[in-house]
């Protein structure tokens, strides 16, 4: 079974400063995705960027950028120039075409963003 | 407005009385499914359904239920909740059942069973 980790239960950050949340799974796929999702205080789940296993090249979005490690099973999220907004929960999540598009999630990191 | 609308948000109730969670999409998505949520697992899937009629078990399905009349709507059904149930729930839908497909979340219900 697939299993995601999240090793970091609470982080913070300063104000336009970066941090980086962990994540690390396990599979016997090849073919797989990885998402990292933010969930505010309004509970709402927002996809903040998404991986597929296939490609080498981390994908970016805006101030947010993965670090895909494949052969270590990692994927860690960076927010460069953080700001209050970006004060969540985030889960790192996995999806495999085996499973019935079900997404494995970790537990979750809450980012606490001071002023 | 594309969305997933969930129905109630917030429900308390007591053990043993039945109740239903309606989930509606209007993106014309194939796909929907349920998930719970609880401190410091994450969200688990409880089930899943790839169309209309087909519905099947996610990680977590032992005491609800569900059905897939329509293609925009895919309630939970709590036969007969426990304290076990309380959580937050989400509906989610996505446009096929592919992995590659981003998945669209409702804003969530929270439950709590007394």
């Known amino acids: 079974a697939q299993t995601v980790t999240q090793s970091q239960p609470e982080m913070s950050v300063q104000e336009a400063e970066t941090v980086t949340l962990s994540c690390t799974y396990d599979?016997?796929?090849?073919?797989?995705?990885l998402f990292w999702y933010k969930q505010p205080p309004s509970r709402q789940m927002i996809l903040v960027i998404r991986?597929?296993?296939?490609?080498?090249q981390n994908a970016t979005e805006n101030r947010f950028s993965v670090n895909f490690q494949k052969a270590a099973k990692s994927f860690s999220l960076k927010i460069s120039d953080s700001q209050l907004g970006d004060a969540a929960m985030y889960f790192c999540?996995?999806?495999?075409?085996?499973?019935?598009?079900?997404?494995?999630f970790g537990g979750g990191t809450r980012l606490m963003v001071k002023p | 407005e594309a969305q997933v609308t969930q129905n109630p948000r917030y429900l308390i109730t007591v053990t043993g009385k039945k109740l239903t969670v309606t989930c509606s999409q209007n993106?014309?998505?194939?796909?929907m499914s349920w998930y719970r949520q609880d401190p410091g697992l994450g969200l688990r899937q409880i089930y899943y359904s790839m169309n209309v009629e087909v519905t099947d078990k996610g990680d977590v399905p032992e005491g609800y239920k569900v059905s897939r009349k329509e293609k925009r709507n895919f309630p939970l059904i709590l036969e007969s909740p426990s304290p076990n149930q309380t959580s937050l729930y989400f509906c989610?839908?996505?446009?096929?059942?592919?992995?590659?497909?981003?998945?669209?979340f409702g804003p969530g219900t929270r439950l709590t069973v007394t």
């Open positions: 989610a839908s996505s446009l096929l059942s592919g992995s590659s497909y981003e998945q669209y």
């Open positions: 991986q597929e296993a296939y490609k080498q």
């Open positions: 993106m014309n998505h194939e796909y």
């Open positions: 999540a996995y999806n495999t075409n085996n499973a019935g598009n079900m997404l494995t």
């Open positions: 599979t016997s796929e090849s073919d797989y995705y």
